[in-house]
């Protein structure tokens, strides 16, 4: 009885991790459909943005890597350049309650006027569903999906990982070149990076 339990957790065990790979985000291929609540209380589902370009970038405003882009104004000029070429800026918060990153819409409405970010919207993700379901793991992790619902574009915001704001005049911005390359046809010249940063802070 004892072995044959064992067999069965096995299984089960084996299918669970099947089953994850396969849900697993990969460039090149369908990025899954969410949906999720903003801070101004909206639900955005990305089934709704077919035929647009959609950036995902994940948030943690305590992170000192994402400091080093928003402190500097770098990731507001990022949303705002692209948005005004009708990209759809997603900011995803995936911290969990308790977790560093936190925060409820009120706060984070507040610290998006304080910051100056334009992003379409931020979607909270307390869960970590969303954050789960792209294989997000850094703050900031940037990915980009065509209007074919693809990704285009999984990894770093820029070529050097450190928290140093003064790096980011001499890097090389992965994303900037992804949507540059993508939005006039041409194949992403590196389509997957290694993302740095802050580990997402999941509740589980």
Same mark, same amino acid.
């Given at each position: 009885?004892?072995?044959? +339990?064992?067999?069965?957790?096995?299984?089960?065990?084996?299918?669970?991790?099947?089953?994850?790979?396969?849900?697993?985000? +990969?460039?090149?291929?369908?990025?899954?459909?969410?949906?999720?609540?903003?801070?101004? #209380?909206?639900?955005?589902?990305?089934?709704?943005?077919?035929?647009?370009?959609?950036?995902?970038?994940?948030?943690?405003?305590?992170?000192?890597?994402?400091?080093?882009?928003?402190?500097? /104004?770098?990731?507001?000029?990022?949303?705002?350049?692209?948005?005004?070429?009708?990209?759809?800026?997603?900011?995803?918060?995936?911290?969990?309650? #308790?977790?560093?990153?936190?925060?409820?819409?009120?706060?984070?409405?507040?610290?998006?006027?304080?910051?100056?970010?334009?992003?379409?919207?931020?979607?909270?993700?307390?869960? #970590?569903?969303?954050?789960?379901?792209? !294989?997000?793991?850094?703050?900031?992790?940037?990915?980009?999906?065509?209007?074919?619902?693809?990704?285009?574009?999984?990894?770093?915001?820029?070529?050097?990982?450190?928290?140093?704001?003064?790096?980011?005049?001499?890097?090389?911005?992965?994303? !900037?070149?992804?949507?540059?390359?993508?939005?006039? #046809?041409?194949?992403?010249?590196?389509?997957?990076?290694?993302?740095?940063?802050?580990?997402?802070?999941? /509740?589980?």
């Amino acid at each position: 009885m004892k072995d044959s +339990r064992l067999i069965l957790c096995a299984a089960v065990a084996a299918a669970l991790v099947s089953f994850t790979a396969a849900a697993q985000v +990969r460039v090149g291929e369908q990025a899954p459909n969410f949906t999720a609540t903003d801070s101004n #209380g909206k639900a955005e589902t990305l089934a709704n943005f077919k035929g647009k370009w959609v950036v995902l970038e994940w948030h943690n405003h305590d992170c000192p890597f994402t400091k080093k882009h928003y402190d500097s /104004g770098n990731m507001q000029g990022l949303q705002k350049q692209w948005t005004a070429k009708g990209v759809v800026w997603f900011t995803v918060i995936s911290s969990a309650p #308790g977790q560093q990153g936190y925060v409820t819409a009120s706060e984070e409405n507040a610290y998006m006027a304080k910051a100056h970010a334009v992003p379409t919207a931020a979607l909270l993700d307390p869960t #970590g569903k969303l954050g789960h379901l792209y !294989n997000a793991k850094t703050t900031p992790q940037m990915i980009v999906i065509d209007p074919n619902g693809k990704v285009v574009y999984d990894g770093a915001i820029d070529s050097v990982p450190t928290p140093d704001s003064a790096d980011i005049k001499g890097a090389d911005n992965y994303l !900037n070149d992804a949507l540059t390359a993508a939005l006039a #046809g041409k194949p992403v010249a590196k389509p997957y990076t290694q993302p740095y940063g802050c580990s997402v802070k999941y /509740g589980d």
